[in-house]
């Protein structure tokens, strides 16, 4: 499974809303058009899916969410400029695996949270950092915004 071929499965997992790791590789064996756009060439199992996912690391994903995310920039319109760019902040426990529910549940289990700035006047994610799902917002603010812009909390 190459990174693209993960990443496009894992695009698909979360626009279908798929439930776990099992549910998108069923899918990716038994759709047609996942079987021949999204899936590996020959088809993947779980075993070899779970592994990839497991392998890969953060570092990749990351790069492939700056590159995007300047590339949008530059495209994107700004509106409401008369406001001055505005930022939200937020800081929320994501879906650090593929199937999450049993650690929602889980006191001792391993969060993760995602400390977000959402440009508003372009509508796109900004700068994004990963931490322990323990960690607060605040002491992420001067790393979201930038020297003349407008951060909006809760």
């Given at each position: ?24 590789v069923q899918t990716l064996e038994e759709d047609d058009f996942a079987r021949h756009h999204i899936a590996p060439e020959g088809g993947i199992s779980r075993s070899s899916f ?105």
């Amino acid at each position: 499974m190459t990174f693209e071929d993960q990443l496009n499965a894992l695009i698909l997992f979360h626009l279908e809303e798929h439930t776990s790791a099992r549910h998108l590789v069923q899918t990716l064996e038994e759709d047609d058009f996942a079987r021949h756009h999204i899936a590996p060439e020959g088809g993947i199992s779980r075993s070899s899916f779970s592994e990839a996912i497991n392998e890969r690391g953060l570092e990749q994903f990351m790069a492939v969410f700056e590159q995007l995310q300047k590339q949008a920039g530059a495209l994107l319109p700004k509106t409401h400029a008369q406001l001055g760019e505005l930022i939200s902040i937020d800081g929320s426990l994501i879906d650090s695996v593929l199937s999450m529910d049993w650690a929602d549940y889980c006191s001792g289990a391993k969060k993760a949270k995602r400390h977000l700035g959402f440009n508003i006047n372009q509508g796109i994610p900004q700068k994004l950092f990963l931490t322990d799902g323990k960690s607060d917002e605040r002491p992420f603010v001067h790393n979201l915004i930038e020297p003349g812009q407008t951060g909006i909390m809760d």
